[in-house]
């Protein structure tokens, strides 16, 4: 009988698919593993390599007890195929196709509007880890370079798991778009990632803190959309990714929110009211909050990037075919089809942004990225309520999705961030204000000094509130191997 | 007429091309304008193509050969990023009349044969650099290119979706120019041809889609340097010097009738027709090619070429309820010969190769026209060499017999030259006369027997050079008659049977474009599958498939 919540440790590959007696893709599987053990040995400084890092491994696919703690070394990490428990007699949730049995074999229709989907989903998961792979030289504490390296390692998890569906789904065709998610790499000038935002370095902490909590999220918004689909082994392993992927949002989430907590408390202890004291906030060491505000606007709007045309055939294709679902989808009460339907979107008339009905089918990515926003405003939010606690008279804000875009009607127009058509002039001008300059880059790069004592952190953050699995705040999260 | 499409531009007005040039190679940027739309409606996304796009690139092509014969080569290459060219907008197709979808196809397969032929005829060669995604009639640009690199940076691809995604095909010689002239297996092909995202790096050179893929990180390198190469091992002279293609001289009558420098365009609504009249040389020929060169668009033999190729692309898309051509001349046959020995004695020259390589083009292209194309030899014309082609390239042609009682004109004659036996092949490679006489080519060796006599209508008629003479007494009721009968046919059988008569003989990669896969395209755009409210092409874009009728037809 086969096992299908508990992972099987009886090949090199831990899995809850049986892999043992699918003898064709284990065999695919152990061809690409030794590419996939040099891609992970070359990216990341050897000496984080060889030291012992205290992570979660999935042991299972039940939520209440999918993973363990415990030190292990990075490239010794047991990556694996983890689908989430089939449900049964599940239907196509959306589309032409809606309501018809979901798809447990790959429709031949569909087959490369579903392989394109998740090579691209695939290439952007090394891609963050090879953005990031330098950030341990700086972390800030053993904790957050433990949560970096949780990121990656699953990052590198999901990888398996797009892989393995190749592998199991598209044959041939499959395995060389297996390969070539190896070949590609972020800012190489050979073969670089499919999508723009992911070629740009990681150039700092506050950015990869930004990064998990704006581009992580738009990751998440396309698993929930891919979790949709009615090809059932893509939705299972997104469901699986899904629970993974909260991990990262924490992680941006409280990185933000702890880097807040320490401006503001260094801003007390020293008398300073004014957020805009900028140069005596700095002078103490700590990021001052507008430019956090520069940071934000800066990830918010490359993320909305992400998220395509506003107007799109491709997403509409895909919704229509059941390969993609909407966020939530058997949440919404409509019919599924949207044949008739029309949904408002942003657009540009005669220079000013506007709101103007479309055909929902069409506006499906401009939905998911609705969803997208309202579902990042909840930690803006939270952020908030921090500086409010320390009395600061200043507010995070989303800026209006019509500002700094380089993708859809807005792309390349001088808009502020309240959403106001602005001159040329007015928007050279504003820049610095809106966008973080050189000089913010050199102050942040400044501030990027380890810290790799057990329980000591960076001037610039605050401790966690609590530790990861409930460990004590000098709990050593990384046995450095300094050979 | 409501919008007036135009033919003539020069590149103070492109908003889509761009050209470098470097010494023996010049550089090609497509760069279209999203919002440069011939129509309103659709947005040129994605470096995608309308027929606006394409009148400038046959622009630029036209005075590379003209006006810059010193470049070698040419490289394409898009100016965008991560988009090397899209394929004609579908918005546009979407959008557009069966017969504008039609006209558009084949101007475009005209443009891209054209350029094409540059290495063989001009010495110019094209070479496609390929970077980012290179789609439908994007990867038909670089199929009609000498030459095509593709980056190797994983992602790029060239691809022929239009089967799988639009349910139409690659009708810009792409299905035919994968077999005939790249030579890629057919069950390859047929693959290739199935999957929308097409095929990227080393297969698509084994599969043969490309010549030459190159690392992504040295990939300008690579290009500039078989550049270099290909112009360094190109046999044609260097630092030749160009002429200029000034604004042809055009006016516009009220009634729609033209009036170009030696072209004349008048036009009978009623009746249905347009009769183009050219006029021979007033001046004698230029004494030499200094001379000639020294005349540039001017001169006679090159500015009646221009002329006449501005009139056919004009009735073509601007004149579609004329369904008849009548073309006349008037002038003296021994003048245009004289103007055509030049270019026939000098072939070694640049400009007079030029000018005979055009005079070819632009009679492929009258062949082309789908119209009833009619010639009325009358007293005072001057049907010889280059013009007399035109008596082979009509579906019928008439000739005043003996005197007119009040005409005191020349007596009508064909006169033959040497041109007319080898410089202006038809698309199926054979000269007109051949063509004409495949059932008896000894007629041929005859006919050359008589070059540079003025062969009068019972002798032209005896030869069968003309369909008909007739004299005073039938001519005017005949020629009435037959082009009151024509105009009464359906116009959708007349172009049928008169595209089946015109290309007798061997089929070439040429003729199998303009003749198997155009009018199988033409079949699709007609059918629901692709074109009803329900079919892929109108429903492109809004998420929803085409519905398809199943039944195989």
Redesign the interface.
């Known amino acids: 009988m086969l096992d299908l919540i508990n992972v099987s440790y009886d090949t090199q590959i831990p899995n809850n698919v049986g892999l043992s007696q699918d003898k064709k893709v284990l065999k695919a599987l152990e061809k690409w593993h030794p590419g996939y053990i040099n891609w992970w040995n070359d990216l990341i400084p050897q000496n984080f390599q060889q030291s012992m890092v205290y992570l979660r491994t999935a042991v299972s696919v039940d939520p209440k007890g999918w993973a363990k703690f415990d030190y292990v070394k990075m490239p010794e990490y047991r990556w694996g195929v983890l689908l989430a428990p089939q449900v049964e007699n599940r239907t196509i949730p959306c589309g032409?196709h809606y309501g018809q049995p979901a798809w447990q074999e790959v429709p031949g229709e569909y087959r490369?509007?579903l392989k394109?989907l998740i090579v691209i989903q695939g290439d952007t998961e090394p891609a963050s880890v090879e953005q990031q792979r330098l950030l341990a030289l700086t972390a800030p504490s053993l904790y957050d370079m433990r949560n970096l390296f949780q990121v990656n390692v699953e990052e590198g998890r999901h990888l398996w798991a797009m892989v393995y569906l190749l592998h199991k789904y598209f044959g041939r065709d499959g395995r060389e778009e297996a390969d070539?998610l190896l070949?590609?790499q972020s800012g190489s000038?050979?073969?670089?990632r499919?999508l723009g935002a992911f070629n740009e370095e990681t150039p700092d902490w506050l950015s990869f803190f930004m990064f998990t909590y704006f581009t992580d999220r738009d990751g998440k918004m396309q698993l929930e959309s891919l979790a949709q689909s009615g090809f059932d082994p893509l939705s299972r392993t997104c469901r699986f990714m899904l629970t993974e992927e909260a991990h990262h949002m924490f992680v941006g989430e409280t990185g933000v929110g702890r880097t807040i907590e320490r401006t503001c408390q260094v801003m007390k202890e020293n008398g300073i009211d004014d957020p805009f004291d900028v140069d005596r906030i700095r002078g103490l060491g700590v990021i001052d909050l507008p430019l956090i505000q520069k940071k934000l606007n800066l990830h918010y709007t490359l993320s909305l990037d992400l998220f395509g045309q506003e107007v799109s055939?491709n997403?509409?294709?895909a919704?229509?075919?059941g390969i993609k679902g909407r966020y939530m989808e058997a949440r919404i009460t409509d019919d599924h089809q949207l044949?008739s339907d029309t949904y408002v979107v942003w657009d540009l008339v005669d220079g000013k942004a506007v709101q103007k009905e479309v055909?929902a089918?069409?506006a499906?990515n401009m939905r998911l990225r609705d969803d997208y926003t309202k579902d990042a405003a909840g930690g803006v939010g939270r952020w908030n309520k921090i500086i409010e606690k320390h009395g600061i008279d200043f507010e995070l804000k989303l800026p209006h999705e019509a500002f700094h875009r380089k993708i859809g009607v807005f792309a390349n127009l001088p808009f502020d961030p309240e959403g106001k058509v602005v001159t040329g002039a007015e928007y050279d001008k504003g820049l610095p204000e809106w966008l973080p300059t050189h000089a913010d880059g050199d102050y942040i790069q400044s501030l990027m000094k380890p810290c790799y004592e057990a329980g000591q952190y960076a001037r610039w953050i605050a401790p966690p509130k609590v530790g990861i699995d409930n460990k004590p705040g000098d709990f050593e999260y990384v046995k450095l191997h300094m050979a | 007429m409501t919008h007036r499409i135009d033919f003539q531009t020069d590149p103070s007005r492109y908003r889509h091309w761009r050209v470098e040039y470097d010494g023996e190679i010049a550089n090609l940027y497509m760069d279209v304008d999203e919002q440069g739309g011939l129509f309103p409606g659709y947005e040129l996304k994605l470096n995608s193509y309308d027929l606006g796009v394409d009148i400038e690139l046959a622009d630029v092509v036209q005075r590379m050969r003209f006006e810059h014969p010193e470049v070698k080569v040419v490289v394409m290459q898009s100016a965008k990023d991560r988009v090397f060219c899209a394929g004609a907008n579908i918005r546009m197709l979407g959008g557009a009349s069966h017969a504008h979808k039609v006209n558009f196809c084949k101007f475009t397969n005209e443009t891209r044969n054209t350029f094409e032929a540059a290495e063989a005829d001009s010495g110019q060669k094209y070479i496609a650099a390929v970077k980012g995604a290179c789609a439908g009639g994007g990867y038909e640009l670089a199929l009609a290119c000498n030459y095509i690199l593709l980056t190797n940076d994983s992602s790029s691809s060239v691809a022929l979706p239009e089967v799988p995604l639009l349910a139409v095909l690659p009708g810009t010689g792409g299905l035919t120019r994968v077999t005939d002239k790249r030579k890629v297996r057919r069950d390859l092909a047929d693959v290739f041809c199935s999957v929308e995202e097409g095929v990227k790096g080393q297969r698509a050179v084994d599969w043969r889609l490309v010549d030459e893929i190159a690392p992504n990180s040295k990939f300008d390198e690579v290009v500039q340097e078989r550049a270099r190469e290909f112009a360094a091992a190109s046999a044609k002279p260097s630092n030749l010097t160009g002429i200029e293609l000034t604004p042809l001289d055009r006016r516009f009558a009220e009634d729609g009738s033209l009036t170009y420098s030696a072209v004349e365009v008048s036009i009978d609504r009623a009746g249905g027709r347009a009769t183009l009249t050219i006029t021979g040389p007033s001046d004698p020929a230029p004494a030499s090619v200094a001379e000639l060169q020294w005349q540039g668009a001017q001169a006679w033999i090159l500015r009646a070429a221009r002329e006449l190729d501005d009139a056919i692309l004009h009735l073509r898309l601007n004149e579609r309820q004329i369904g008849t051509l009548v073309f006349q001349t008037q002038g003296d046959p021994t003048a245009v010969l004289a103007h055509e020995a030049l270019l026939l004695a000098n072939r070694d020259h640049w400009l007079a190769n030029e000018i005979l390589h055009y005079w070819k083009r632009v009679l492929k292209r009258v062949d082309m026209t789908s119209r009833s194309l009619v010639a009325i030899v009358e007293h005072g014309s001057c049907f010889a060499g280059p013009l007399a082609e035109l008596l082979w390239a009509v579906d019928r042609s008439y000739m005043m017999l003996d005197e007119f009682e009040g005409d005191n004109r020349p007596l009508a004659a064909v006169t033959l030259s040497e041109g007319n036996f080898g410089p202006y092949p038809m698309g199926n490679d054979l000269t007109r006369l051949q063509t004409r006489f495949l059932g008896a080519p000894e007629t041929v060796d005859t006919l050359r027997g008589h070059v540079g006599k003025a062969l009068e209508a019972a002798e032209a008629e005896e030869l069968g050079l003309v369909t008909y003479a007739y004299d005073d007494i039938d001519w005017e009721d005949e020629v009435r008659i037959f082009l009151e009968e024509r105009a009464s046919f359906s116009p959708d059988a007349m172009t049928g049977m008169e595209a089946n008569l015109r290309f007798a003989g061997p089929e070439t990669m040429e003729t199998r474009i303009f003749g198997r896969l155009t009018a199988w395209q033409n079949w699709i755009f007609q059918r629901p599958n692709a074109v009803g409210p329900d079919g892929a092409l109108q429903r492109y874009g809004t998420g929803v498939r085409g519905d398809y009728n199943m039944e195989r037809v």
């Open positions: 032409e490369n509007l394109r070539d070949r590609r000038e050979e073969a670089p499919m055939t997403a509409a294709n919704f229509n075919a044949q055909p089918l069409t499906i």
